[in-house]
């Protein structure tokens, strides 16, 4: 930050406060915050664009809209049954997110929404509350069966419930801290090695020949995290269906 | 907003510490400062700010997803199923209309087939029945005149052969007179007659 030609890995996650609403005290716009509205934006702009035309023989972005669609859909419909369509737009509105707040942290200088611990934890705690709530809702004081397995004897109850109690509340935190550490960790790991680019770089001419193997790793790891960004974005879905069935069908 | 305040509080505070430099720019100097201390992506003071910001964004997609773009693309999905489901059965009855058209077609055609064979068997039959009818007809009519001819060649016959002894008897008499100078009729019929039973 200082010394520009310090390589500091942790810096692309620093926060910057681009402007405050209210004044200093007032809540801040960060980089983060934009990164989130254009998220959003891009996504509703490209859903709603691509669509506009409702034409029954589609263009390539609408045929891009619909597969996003079906996919959702299916994987929805897939782990939930057509019940858990009633959350389609929810686990729809999620893989998006997660999907284009990841892609835009592959652009770089972009800021990468879910890196900080906060975005995914608050994303799985509310997949949670979603799932408690409608669970409850629905099956009433039936969805507490779901810590209790079926066709389990009575004496192994004991052991069983508290595991499956453990399993369910340890899942926002698997659900968040996997989303978040995968990016945090792919983007460590490419600005360590786009440093040693650099470093070696400056030794001369033993060190510009040394910088082709860290770029080489660069490349292979930007191919790398591209497939992890959809990857988790498709994990953090699939995940929130499943529990979303789990919800619906608590007696499992 | 319960982990927000206190993170206010400290953001305040180191502020208020720098505030005599007087200067705002010290405050974003402060929260670099911070920064190089706490790992921003654990940084508790930036949980607020995010927070709300991710509550106004999320719900915004989440509405804007629910209430515009999936209606509008499972419509338009909906529109295309239904279009080619239509398009689907409409081929479907043109294709059993086809089959009940080549279906009528051939019974058409087979009893045409039919008709024909049968008239021109009747047509066959009365052709053969008018020549077998026209034949007997003839053959009726050649053996008439058959039977009549041999009955008036009998009957010449006949009376070709009476009129024999008449013959022979002038002629036998012709002869004896010639012979004798003398002979009755009667006794040279008498001698044919023997004569001729001999």
């Known amino acids: 930050m200082a010394d520009p030609n310090k390589v500091d890995p942790i810096h692309q996650f620093g926060l910057t406060n681009i402007f405050s609403l209210g004044g200093e005290g007032g809540f801040a716009f960060t980089n983060s915050a934009l990164f989130m509205v254009l998220t959003v934006g891009l996504i509703v702009i490209f859903l709603l664009g691509s ?11 609408q045929v891009v809209s619909e597969l996003l669609y079906d ?9 939930a ?14 893989f998006m997110f997660v999907l284009m ?21 608050a994303l799985a705690i509310l997949v949670f509350v979603v799932v408690i709530g409608y669970g409850l809702y629905r099956n009433g004081f039936k969805f507490f069966k779901l810590f209790v397995p079926a066709g389990v004897p009575g004496y192994v109850l004991p052991i069983v419930v508290p595991i499956e109690v453990v399993s369910f509340l340890s899942r926002p935190i698997s659900l968040s801290v996997r989303l978040f550490a995968n990016i945090l960790a792919g983007h460590i790991t490419l600005k360590v090695f ?7 770089g400056s030794l001369g001419v033993l060190g510009f020949l040394g910088a082709s193997l860290p770029l080489i790793m660069t490349v292979a790891i930007t191919a790398l995290e591209f497939l992890v960004a959809a990857l988790q974005a498709y994990v953090f879905a699939v995940l929130t269906s499943m529990y979303i069935n789990d919800a619906i069908h608590p007696s499992h | 907003m319960a982990t927000e305040t206190p993170v206010m509080l400290v953001a305040q505070a180191a502020v208020d510490a720098s505030a005599e430099g007087g200067a705002v720019h010290a405050t974003t100097e402060a929260h670099g400062g911070e920064h190089s201390e706490v790992f921003p992506p654990f940084d508790p003071s930036s949980f607020g700010t995010q927070l709300i910001w991710l509550a106004i964004t999320f719900a915004i997609l989440y509405f804007a997803m629910s209430k515009l773009a999936l209606p509008r693309i499972g419509s338009i999905l909906e529109d295309r199923k239904s279009r080619i489901d239509g398009d689907l059965s409409a081929a479907d009855g043109a294709r059993q209309k086809t089959d009940a058209a080549i279906a009528a077609y051939e019974a058409a055609h087979a009893a045409a087939r039919a008709k024909s064979h049968s008239i021109a068997e009747e047509t066959r039959n009365a052709i053969k029945a008018d020549i077998d009818g026209k034949r007997k007809a003839v053959e009726a009519d050649l053996s008439k005149k058959v039977a009549d001819a041999e009955a008036s060649i009998q009957a010449t016959k006949t009376e070709a052969l009476g009129h024999v002894s008449e013959i ?3 002629t036998v008499q012709a002869l004896v007179t010639q012979l004798t100078g003398s002979a009755s009729a009667d006794e040279a019929r008498n001698a044919v007659a023997t004569a001729a039973k001999e």
């Open chain 1, 51 to 61: 669509t506009a035309g409702r034409r029954l023989v589609p263009g390539r972005a």
């Open chain 1, 71 to 79: 996919f959702v859909a299916n994987m929805v419909k897939g782990a």
């Open chain 1, 81 to 94: 049954g057509s019940e858990g369509m009633k959350f389609f737009p929810f686990v729809f509105s999620l």
């Open chain 1, 101 to 121: 707040a990841n892609m835009f942290g592959m652009i770089p200088f972009f800021f990468t929404t879910t890196s900080h611990i906060i975005v995914p934890a």
């Open chain 1, 194 to 200: 786009a440093g040693f680019i650099y470093s070696l």
């Open chain 2, 168 to 170: 022979a008897a002038d």
